[in-house]
């Protein structure tokens, strides 16, 4: 298999933990933006060795784009790429619950959308004032149940440790959410990333990171409650009804091809190659919009075959299924799966589930996965 990332680099505000690269310059670069996307896609036509399966439009802020926008961007990229977006296995869209219309989601619908993953991150409004967000925990449930009437395969986000968090606040908004049923959850540590609001904040200690051992018993009331709610705990922040993984997202956990487009976006090859795009709207018009230039837009490198067995233990390892044998000595070799498993047999079985056929985290390994997949690389 393999699928298509279209970043849509467009946010009305930043919000205080996002680390990803979006501008609010709208009314400056978004009439250009589709046609130069289209023309990126006709550009690497032949990077994809076969049809794809999944197309995600992430952000950014995609919900922000009109039914006219969005249209532009859908049918421009199908176009150039040759494939059906009705066909697809799976088509995703981000969005944020105040953008949600009856208007837009039939657009979505009409364009061959299959699944939205609604950004929640919390259902308390003293918390959603704190991060930065549009919408109140009302809102956002009232978008839920607009998208309900048109789509069958809603993800929602959510984030826990956040400043002020408390073990109650996170219970209600997690409660609330699963109160919803949607099919798939993702629920994610906050982390402190460079040049977001956040990270400023903590360095001048107007907020603190949340207490480990708080952080540890969310996440443990979040695999529990999940786990109730009949959902599979797949990856280490991803949870999901049976028959409802994600089927893009899985793909950069297994290793499989996918096109990145838009400012900032990764592509993968499937074997050594991986590309990046500058995080600069400028750049990107320049090299695609309607005067295009040859000028440099994005960086390459080649895995190395230290960096290919890297990359595959930490990919593995964030799923339920792990790491199987038979699939690392195939790849790598004898001499490197000894040595995956002599490293692999001084870790506890509490955290680390070791069989003949291969090896998985355990739940409560899942928490402390950067510290087990450190002793493993």
Known sequence: MSGIYVHIPFCR??????????????????????????????????ELRSAPDTLYIGGGTPSL???????????????ALD????????????????????????????????????????LDDDELRIIGRRHSADGAVEAFGLLQSFFRNISVDLIFGLPGQTADSWLRSL???????????SAYSLSFEERTRFTLMRDRGEIAEADERLSEGMYRSLAAMTREAGMEHYEI?????????????????????????????????GHRRRRTNH????????????NAADTDCCGEEILTDEELIEEYVLTRLR?????????????????????????????????????AD?????????FVSDEVILDLI
């Open 13 to 46: 505000s930043k919000c205080g933990y996002c680390a990803f690269f979006s501008t609010a310059a709208i009314s400056k670069y978004l009439p250009p933006f589709p046609e130069a996307l289209a023309e990126e896609a006709r550009q690497r036509n032949g």
């Open 65 to 79: 784009l009109s039914p006219d926008e969005i249209a532009r961007v859908v049918t421009g990229v199908a176009e």
């Open 83 to 122: 494939f059906d977006p009705s066909g697809l296995r799976e088509f995703t869209i981000e969005a944020n619950p105040d953008d949600v219309t009856p208007e837009k989601a039939e657009a979505w619908k009409a364009l061959g959308v299959n699944r939205v993953s609604l950004g929640l991150q919390s």
């Open 175 to 185: 409660r609330r959410a699963l109160d919803l049923r949607p099919q798939h959850l």
């Open 237 to 269: 922040s991803n949870f999901a009804l049976p028959g409802f993984r994600s089927v893009h997202n899985s793909s950069y956990w297994t290793g499989a091809p996918y096109l990145g487009l838009g400012p900032a976006a990764s592509s993968y090859d």
């Open 279 to 290: 995080p600069s709207i400028a750049a990107y018009l320049r090299r695609y919009g309607e």
């Open 319 to 355: 799923t339920a299924e792990g790491i199987r044998t038979a699939d690392f000595l195939s790849r790598f070799g004898e001499r490197e799966l000894q040595t995956l498993l002599r490293r692999a047999g001084r870790i506890k079985q509490s955290l680390l589930r070791r069989d």
């Open 358 to 366: 291969g090896m998985a985290l355990t739940e409560e390994g899942f």
